[in-house]
Nanobody
Framework: QVQLVESGGGLVQAGGSLRLSCSAS????????MGWFRQAPGKEREFVAEITWSGSRTRYADSLKGRFTISRDNAKSTVFLQMNSLKSEDTAVYYC?????????????WGQGTQVTVSS
């Protein structure tokens, strides 16, 4: 079965950086678009970023452009989210997800999430 396991979350001060990883198994990773989403307390889950199967195209939530970078290593079946200049409003549980296509969603498999807490 498909498994997505996020790691790299934690507590960081405002202005700091974190790099999240998501290790995938049970799917054809190199042919699958991957995405990152987040859910803050009391809010709905929201889109963060996505990357096509080859890594040649990426898309970001408008509010995050320039601070977050999504990338992937198909040889290691892993997708990353580099987060810089973190703000308190970035505090959320971050989820990775795999698509049923090579280019974008819908996203059908989800990880368990990793907590990111940004202290001001």
């Amino acid at each position: 079965q498909v498994q997505l396991v996020e790691s790299g979350g934690g507590l960081v001060q405002a202005g700091g950086s974190l790099r999240l990883s998501c290790s995938a198994s049970g799917l054809s990773f190199s042919g699958t678009a991957m995405g990152w989403f987040r859910q803050a307390p009391g809010k709905e889950r929201e889109f963060v970023a996505e990357i096509t199967w080859s890594g040649s195209r990426t898309r970001y939530a408008d509010s995050l452009k320039g601070r977050f970078t999504i990338s992937r290593d198909n040889a290691k079946s892993t997708v990353f989210l580099q987060m810089n200049s973190l703000k308190s409003e970035d505090t959320a549980v971050y989820y990775c997800a795999s698509s049923n296509s090579g280019y974008r969603g819908p996203y059908v498999y989800w990880g368990q999430g990793t907590q990111v807490t940004v202290s001001s």
